[in-house]
């Protein structure tokens, strides 16, 4: 995990899924940006 918070720790699903939608869309970003400038 990235930041485990005491808070969620108890619904840690939700933050590792939300974490890794974040990843998926910042690869996304990064891939799209790459095939622009390219």
């Known amino acids: 995990?990235?930041?485990p918070s005491p808070v969620?720790?108890?619904d840690s699903s939700f933050?590792?899924?939300h974490i890794e939608n974040f990843r998926a869309a910042?690869?996304?970003a990064i891939n799209a940006s790459m095939?622009?400038?390219?």
């Open 35 to 38: 095939a622009v400038y390219t």
């Open 15 to 17: 933050p590792d899924h």
């Open 26 to 28: 910042l690869t996304l």
């Open 8 to 10: 969620h720790r108890q």
């Open 1 to 3: 995990m990235l930041y």
